[in-house]
């Protein structure tokens, strides 16, 4: 239990959005939590782990109950069945005690040396100077012109050993090295022609890269640094011919299109993440999905995740995918999602606004009656431009008369 159960960053450093996913999916799991347990449950986790959350709290509780303990527990390898029997069982307020007592005990971080050893060139030792001398005390008889003209200095002499000192001073200064040249010139290896591909031998070496490549565009990329093409570069016309030739291209395609598929459910139909996570330009994976035949099966996924955000039963959810810009516009339903959202919050406004004095104190009504945090109301509010209007509204508003 000592393990993993140490804090990685403080719970104010947990962000936002993720805490309220959590906090969304304890309630869906019949176990709600206060925000500042999941901040502290959150801390266990490093900020790297933050998409492996919210990858989770994206789909529906696989066991109940099951607190924000128990979802850093499941992240880190659990059964969600044990970890729902570990939350009725109280495992999880033992951890909780347990990782505030290792905060305690961890030692303050040492404080950083101001001196740091440098390897800059020593400055020269500074010559004498001889001091000053005294002026003379002003003669009553000086005129103004005697007083403003320049003074003149005595000449300063160097003493001979302080100058060879200075000349002997080591010098740490980068100079620019020749080209190494005979034997120890480096030169790329030499490209062999893809016509060696076309041979018996060559099918085990394409066997080979297909098991270390999930998609042909990789295998282009990694076979173009060793095989020439008939007319310079390798061409991923002549890899799928070499490929077709030896009876491996169904193997391939049906590798890719089991990625593809599992890249846009897993990624909720963001075309963009897909072609991150798969290595592929959006020409690319746009020319994959053609050769593929599968343009038609990836718009019924996006559809389908298109339909899920903008018919979402949670007020909680549909305010998180407000903040998500770039999954929306990939989706290409941002003006109508933003549109929508108003209209319903214009509407939930509309009955509570005779009791509010502020918008913060409106949203905070809202929250509350719809099971939504107030923090994600007020910033739908002024993101979608509403809060304008209801500042206008609240403030012109006369105060509540008592009998």
């Known amino acids: 239990m000592n393990t993993p159960w140490q804090r990685q960053r403080q719970p104010d450093d947990v962000p936002t ?9 304890c309630r869906r799991a019949k176990s709600p939590a206060t925000p500042t347990e999941v901040r502290e449950a ?36 659990t059964a969600p069945e044990l970890a729902a029997k570990r939350q009725e069982c109280g495992y999880y307020e033992v951890v909780q005690e347990l990782a505030r007592v290792h905060e305690e005990k961890r030692p303050p971080a040492p404080a950083p040396t101001p001196d740091v ?21 002003k003669s009553s008889g000086e005129t103004i012109q005697a007083r403003i003209a320049p003074r003149k200095r005595a000449a300063v002499e160097e003493t001979p050993y302080e100058a060879e000192e200075t000349e002997e001073a080591p010098s740490f200064l980068k100079r620019e090295l ?19 591909l ?42 799928e011919g070499v490929l077709g030739a030896h009876g491996l291209m169904e193997a391939m395609a049906s590798r890719e299109r089991q990625a593809l598929l599992a890249g846009y459910t897993e990624h909720r139909g963001a075309a963009g993440r897909v072609g991150w996570a798969l290595g592929l ?41 407000l903040g998500r810009d770039k999954y929306l516009a990939d989706l290409g339903i941002k003006k109508r999602f933003t549109d929508m959202l108003r209209r319903e919050l214009e509407v939930l406004v509309r009955d509570e606004l005779s009791g509010a004095t502020t918008v913060a104190t409106l949203a905070e009504v809202v929250g509350r009656k719809h099971g939504a945090p107030s923090e994600l109301v007020l910033r739908a509010l002024e993101r979608l431009g509403v809060a304008g209007e209801l500042r206008k509204r609240t403030s012109n508003t006369p105060p509540h008369s008592t009998p």
């Not at 053609?290 to 343009?295: E, F, N, P, W």
């Open 198 to 239: 076309t041979r018996a031998s060559g099918k085990e070496t394409l066997e080979a890269a297909l098991e270390a490549h999930d998609h042909r565009f990789a295998l282009l990329n990694s076979l173009a640094n060793q095989y020439n093409g008939a007319r310079g570069d390798l061409t991923l016309s002549e890899l």
């Open 117 to 137: 050893p440098t390897f800059a060139t020593p400055a020269p030792r500074p010559a004498n100077v001889p001091a000053k001398p005294e002026r003379a005390p």
């Open 281 to 321: 330009s959006p020409s690319e994976l746009k020319q994959l999905e053609t050769k593929l035949g599968l343009s038609q099966e990836v718009e019924e996924v996006r559809e389908r995740f298109r339909r899920e955000a903008l018919t979402s039963r949670h007020l909680t959810q549909r305010l998180d995918l």
């Open 42 to 77: 959150l801390a266990l986790l490093a900020e790297a782990d933050d998409f492996r959350v919210r990858t989770l709290t994206d789909t529906e509780p696989q066991a109940r109950p099951l607190g924000p303990f128990a979802v850093v527990d499941v992240l880190n390898g």
């Open 17 to 25: 959005p993720v805490a309220v996913a959590v906090s969304d999916y």
């Open 178 to 196: 020749p080209k190494p040249r005979g034997r120890f010139t480096r030169l790329d290896a030499p490209k062999t022609s893809f016509q060696e």
